[in-house]
C-alpha cells in the first residue's frame, strides 16, 4: 500500500477515509472534483510546532502563511488554534475579516502593497506590517504619520544566501524581488530610516528564504548570518531587534520518493542554532517568529476525482483522465510538482497496471500525475490524489470555465462543507453584455 497513507486511514470496508469520514461517501455526498482535509491533522501540526518552541523555552509566534490555502473556515480554524496568520493582499485581508479573525494577530506580507491595501490594514488594525522596500518604507511613514497611528513594522531583508551554493532557497539570494539586500547595505539604511520614522515601530527582521527545503543547512547559515548582523547593529546603530523572524518552506513529503526532516526539526535545529548564535555574540536572545504555510495544510488535504475516459497508446503510455486537473491543482504544469493516488474503494488493492492521469483541461501540459502504479480501474472509480492540501484550491483557476470545486472539512467522522462548489452561474456573474450601439439615422 502506497506509504503515504497510514493503516488506520481504511474502514473496515478498506475505504479510504479522511478524519474518520468514508472518501466515497464524500465523494457521493458532495460530489467530484472535490478538495478534503483532516482538519485534526492541522490542530496536531500546529501543536508539535507548539511543542518545540516550549522545549526549547523560547519566545515564539507561529504565523500560518495563509496564502497556502485560504478561506473563512480555515481562518477560523487558526484563530481557534491561537496562532497568528500572515496575509499578502486585501482579498486575503479581507476574508480573515470576515472570518473575525483577531486582526492583532494578523502580520501582513507583500513586494507591492497599495496605499489601498496599507489603508485597509492600519484601518483593521493588523498586529504587523511586514515592510519590504524603500517605497513602501516611505509610504507606510507618511501614512501613519498622516493618521498618527502607531504602527509596528518588521523589516524583510534578503540576506544575500547564495542560489548557486544553495539552489533550494528560491528568495533568499540578492537577486530577488523581495526584500532589502543585505549585503550592499540596503538594509541598514533602512533599519536607519525605519527608526527615523515617529509613527513606525521596528520590532524585528524578516526573512523567508523559500519553499519546499528539505536540508537544515540554509536556516542554520541564515541564522548565523541574522545573529552576526544584528550583533553589529547593536554596536553601530543601536538598535538590536526583538523578533527575529524566519519564515516558512519546511518541506512536506509529497510522495514516497520525498524524505524531509519533520518540519519540527527544522524549527528544533533553528532554535538551538539561535541560542548558540546569541551566546557566542553575547547579545540578548531573540523572540523567533516562524510562519509555515505548506507544513501545515499540504498532507493535511487531498483530492478525490472520478476516473473517465481512458486511452491506451500500444507501446507508449496510458492515459487515465479525471474530472479535474490544472484548474484545481497547477503546481504539476507550474512546477512540475509530483504526487501520488490511490483508488478510494481500497488502497490495498495489488497494482496491475502504470497509468498518467490526465485532467480535463485542453492543454497537453494538463498531467496530475505521470506513470504511477495503480490497481485495476473503471470510469466511475474515485481516484485519491494525496496531499493536496496547499497551494490547491488557494491557486485554483475558472481556466475552460470549469467551476472551482467545493472543500470539505472533516474531523472526528464528521464532515461539513467550508466552501460551496461553484455553478455556472458564479461563471457569468460578473460578465456583461456587450453594448449595442445606437443607431443615428
Ligand atoms: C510563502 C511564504 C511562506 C510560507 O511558505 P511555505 O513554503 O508554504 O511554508 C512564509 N512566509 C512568506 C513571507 C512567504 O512568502
Redesign the pocket.
Known sequence: MNEQISADALNAAHHLTVGGVDTLALAKQYQTPLYVYDTGAIRDEIAAFKEVFETNQVKYQI?Y?S??FATVAMYQLIAQEGIHC?V?SGGELYTAQRAGFPMEKVSF?GNNKSLDELTMALDAGVGCI?VDNFYELKMLADLAATRQQMTTIML?IAPGISAHTHDYIS?GQEDSK?GFDLNSGQADQAVKQALSAEYLDLVGI?C?I????FELNGFEMIVDKLVSVFARWQTELGFYPKVMNV?????VKYTSEDQPLQPTEFVDAILKETLAQTKAHHVPMLEVWI??????V?TAGMTLYTLGASKDIPGIRKYLAVDGGMGDNIRPALYEAKYEAVLAKDPTLPTEQVASIAGKYCESGDMVIWDQALPATKPGDVLAVLDTG??GYSMASNYNRNPRPAVVFCEDGQSQLVVERETYADLTRLDLPLAVPEKTE
Open positions: 504565523s502563511a496564502k497556502a500572515d499578502v506580507h511586514m524583510r528568495t523581495f524578516h523567508h523559500g519553499s519546499q527545503i519564515g516558512g518552506g519546511f518541506g510562519e509555515p504555510g505548506r507544513s501545515l499540504a496547499a497551494y
